[in-house]
Structures are given as structure tokens and as C-alpha cells.
């Protein structure tokens, strides 16, 4: 199972580094360095183009930066492939598309509320 952390204040979807060096752009998003996250991120998809938490992680990063269709497309995308289980820090288990559901709605929202 794959560890994500959903920040609800911050209105973010994210999935917390398996290793010491960020990976996943999960401290760079957690820091607001939303270039330095979609970098790092980008990086790691070219090897690693399935893994959910890389598409998520990169979603928050685009939309927090005005690419919300290139979010949006990347949320349907983790919709479209197998559902991947992954732990929250509070030990509650949810899988790939609740995140991604919860992400495109609040794309949805944030562009209601303009």
C-alpha cells in the first residue's frame, strides 16, 4: 500500500515521499516550491508513468499553478487505471480514485466559487 496524506486546509491531495529524497514533490508542494514539485515530479513519471501518487502529487501541483486542465486530465487519468490502495497517516486505508474523486471536486468548486 502507498502513504498519502490528504491536506484539507489546504485544499491538496498528497502523497508523502516513500524515501529521504523527495520523489513524489510532496515537500516541495508541502513548502509552496510548486515549480521545484512539478520538476521533481515530471522527472520521476518518465521512469515511473503508472504510479498514482505521482499523478496525483503532480495534479495538485498544476492546479496550484493555473493548469487545471492538465490537473483535471491527470485526476480522470488515475480514474481510467486499477484502484491502488493507499494507508493516511491516521492508519484509514483509501484507494486512488477517492483521492483523485476528491480532487477533481475540488477543481470543480474552486472554479464554481469564481
Known sequence: M???VATMLAGACLTTPALANDRTGYQAIAAGNYAEATKRIEAERRIFPQRPELM???AVAYART???SEARALYSDVLQRPVVAMDMPDGA???S???ATLG???LTTTLASR
Open 2 to 4: 502507498r502513504l498519502i
Open 56 to 58: 496525483l502529487n503532480l
Open 66 to 68: 493555473g493548469r487545471t
Open 93 to 95: 486505508v483509501v484507494s
Open 97 to 99: 480514485h477517492d483521492v
Open 104 to 106: 477533481l471536486s475540488r
